[in-house]
């Protein structure tokens, strides 16, 4: 199964001098915390900024902070950059990345660098008007040619006090880059299509008919297809849940939405996998205005509201299935088995994932899910209880392997 820890992994953090170099002690954390072993090398404008100190504690390493601060015998930056299976410099200055353009080795990161041969993340953090500089540009387009990996930066107000383009990226995305990279791309080349979330079908402006979904499941999915190469569309419903990075998402309200959302996808797609709960009815005649207590008859202690039927989505794109592979959830509160089969079946799918939901620890809102994988050749596969992006994984390391 494909790692969404870092465990046994060896990372490399450049820090360069920037005011941004107090995000790359979190960023250390959040790869510690994943099961990484960390080793810091810090340029000497970096101990500017933040203490030598506190990268030692925290990585639990000796911090390399020049290329002769040491008394060992071996030869440091070799050895670290052949160890390395991803490096990830945050934040990374227009110097630093001029160096590395231009294969200096004038200091002990820029010399490690030229000896490291795993993915390399570089995230810019600087003032807008040098992020844009045409010199600074050009630079990033070399090493991006040669194979790095760049974070664009974030927008807003800087330490500078000017604004746009410059903000080193939250260390959860930067962390996220370096999951990525060192997830095996055995997606690559595929168009990847997911729904997400609940809908919302309105019964005025003010008023609607949703479910439980939080989206997580689907959008575990998403964000794990989206680190195995593949080109992912993302159609979600409403949700509390961040935008993915690199995943294109369409954003739609009701059924009908997420129908024309899923369908337009549909034949770009090689695989489709339809997570959303969509809700199954809508009300007939949605109301414009906000429905007034007072307009109901004095007396009268209830309303009735007349549903008619959604289009079954799922049932749609397997009808109209060509090339694509079409997978499933099902929801159930019972029959687990029998119900997931009945509409792999009636919706002439290649997959279903059934899960149990109303239960603790599985399915709406949980982080965690506990899915059984049912393919139209007859098996199955019992995914126990683990977290939604663990899930994401087992269930993509098996559709991928049915594509070639
Ligand atoms: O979002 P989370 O909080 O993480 O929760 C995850 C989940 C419980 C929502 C997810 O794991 C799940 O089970 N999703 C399917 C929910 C559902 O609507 O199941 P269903 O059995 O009603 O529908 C079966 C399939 O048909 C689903 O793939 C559904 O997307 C699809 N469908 C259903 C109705 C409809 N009108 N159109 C559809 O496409």
Known sequence: MQTMTLKNKNILLGVCGGIAAYKAVELLRLMKKAGADVRVVMTQSAQEFVGETTFRVLSENEVCTGLFNTNEASVRHIEWASEADAVVIAPATANFIANMAHGMANDALTTMLLAVTCPVIVCPSMNTHMYENLALQRNIDIIEGDGAFVVEPGSGELACKTTGAGRLPEPGLIFDRVLGALTRKDLKGKTVLVSAGPTREAIDPVRYISNHSSGKMGYAIAAAAEKRGARVTLVSGPVNLDPLFGVETVNVESALEMADAVLDHLDESDVVIKVAAVADYRPEDPKTSKIKKKDQDPGQKSLTLSLVENPDILRLAGEKKRHQFIAGFAAETDDLEANA?????KKNLDMIAANLVGVDGSGFGSDF???????????????PSMEKERVADALLDEISTRLT
């Open 369 to 383: 899910n506990k899915v059984k994988l049912f393919f139209r050749d007859g098996t199955v596969r019992d995914v």
């Open 341 to 345: 089969l009945l509409k792999m079946e």
